[in-house]
């Protein structure tokens, strides 16, 4: 029997990583597995920013509608558990063990051996279809149509949220390339719901719609009013739907929101029972970790996984709604194949001091190579060898009445609570 670190373990350590374009593997693993996936339902959701926090709003609807509700993400922030839900529970230690297991002694069988990846998607099928779940909100890894996660056969709802210019050696150099390589998880005959876009990446969603059948909805951007907003929260309005409250922050939630609830009206379209009470409160209940995340109050001490142009775009409005007038501190990690000069260069008149560290990544730049590129263009900066340095050194900086800003990349986030609760706890 394994214990769970060698279960953990076995998955991130016996596989090839990265990615490896193509469905044979994970179709074949999951043959091995009987199909397990052929017995599910989903909401398939791909996008460049926003798919987490959408797939996390999605499921909290419908498991307060009373659905065996799945949900699967990716990265995970703090532990592996988090990337497999169900009902609003990560994956316990014994089933993780026991899934892991039963999926290994076929995965070792392959003549090609699976992607970290896949093995994981096969993982979370096997494991939802021995939970009977009702629906499975399953987060896409990247792309689309050669996703691991595109072995399903048609969804419940096909979405696409927010796109942009990320992994475009893989996915083509244009936002319409992209949106095309993220358009073949819609299937024939099915059903799409996509975030408003321009009026070429729009016509690309229309194009592949018509060509296949496909009901396309697009959320409902133009009624959307955000009424009010504070650290705890935003109250807005949508459509006919008003006074809802979204603990997530930023004007880009709202939007995340809007396709959720575009989501929300075409599964009851199709016969899923979700009540505007279900809908309500399963937007006040969710919880998603990482994005603009108060993680503490006493000091202010904000982590965001942002780590691309619109993410940094959606931060600065974020720190220009929700920190006006509070000095930030931001303390900050990149990954060395980043345009960290991009993404860097909106937010530093917002912010007073760069605190950098150096994520846990093989793609990690050095703390000291990222003040010293921040120090050549204009902005105080200091980089410090470990996580507990920096950290304290950020709460230092900002003393009583600043905020410590964590961003750059999801990579340092969990090393940094870390280092965060361990101060705390002394």
């Known amino acids: 029997m394994l214990t ?69 993400t990716s990265p995970f922030i703090y532990r592996f558990h988090e990337r497999i839900q169900f009902c609003g529970e990560q994956i316990g230690d014994e089933d993780l063990v026991t ?31 021995r939970k009977k779940a009702d629906i499975v909100v399953l987060e896409v890894g990247m792309g689309g149509a050669l996703d691991a996660t595109n072995a399903i056969e048609c969804p419940e709802v096909a979405v696409i949220t927010n796109i942009g210019l990320d992994h475009t050696d893989a996915l083509g150099d244009t936002v319409e390339a992209i949106a095309m390589a993220k358009a073949g998880i819609f299937k024939e005959n099915g ?36 009424k009010s907003h504070s650290l705890e929260g935003q109250v807005f309005d949508c459509g006919q739907r008003k006074d809802l409250f979204l603990p997530l922050l930023g004007d880009h939630q709202l939007h995340n929101a809007s396709v959720v609830l575009s989501i929300a009206d075409a599964l009851t379209g199709q016969g899923w029972r979700i009540t505007e009470e279900d809908i309500r409160e399963g937007l006040a209940a969710v919880t998603w970790p990482g ?30 709604d929700y920190l006006a007038g509070r000095r930030v501190i ?27 560290v150096t994520p846990d990544s093989p793609r990690k730049l050095e703390a000291k190579l990222l003040a010293q590129y921040l120090r050549d263009n204009g902005a105080k900066a200091e980089g ?19 905020v410590v800003l964590c961003f750059g990349s999801l990579y340092s986030i969990g090393d940094i609570k870390a280092a965060l609760d361990q101060m705390k706890n002394r």
Do not use: W
């Open 99 to 129: 899934v892991v297991e039963y999926v290994r002694n076929f995965a070792e069988t392959m003549a090609e051996p699976p992607t970290e990846f896949e093995l994981v998607c096969g993982i979370a099928m096997e494991y939802y279809a």
């Open 291 to 320: 994005r603009f995340d108060i993680v503490s109050r006493d000091p202010l001490f904000i982590i965001d996984g942002g780590h691309n142009p619109q993410c940094i775009e959606a931060l600065v409005k974020n720190i220009q």
């Open 384 to 402: 410090f060898d470990t996580m507990p340095e920096g950290v304290a050194a950020a709460l230092s900086q900002a003393g009583q009445d600043g």
């Open 4 to 72: 769970v670190q060698q279960a953990t373990d076995y998955i991130h350590s016996k596989f090839r990583k990265g990615a490896a374009p193509g469905l044979h593997r994970v179709r074949e693993l999951l043959a091995m597995l009987g199909n397990p996936e052929k017995k599910l339902k989903f909401v398939h959701i791909a996008g460049t920013n926003g798919k987490g926090s959408t797939a996390a709003m999605t499921a909290s609807i419908l498991n307060h509608a009373g659905y065996r509700t799945g949900l699967f």
């Open 191 to 226: 059903t799409a719901v996509v975030y408003r876009a321009s009026e070429s990446v729009e016509q690309v969603y229309e194009q592949v719609c018509a060509e296949k059948n496909i009901r396309l909805h697009k959320a409902d951007f133009d009624t959307l009013v955000r």
């Open 330 to 356: 931001a303390l900050v990690g990149v990954l060395a194949d980043k345009d960290y000069g991009e993404m860097f260069r909106p937010v530093m008149e917002l912010v007073e001091q760069f605190v950098c």
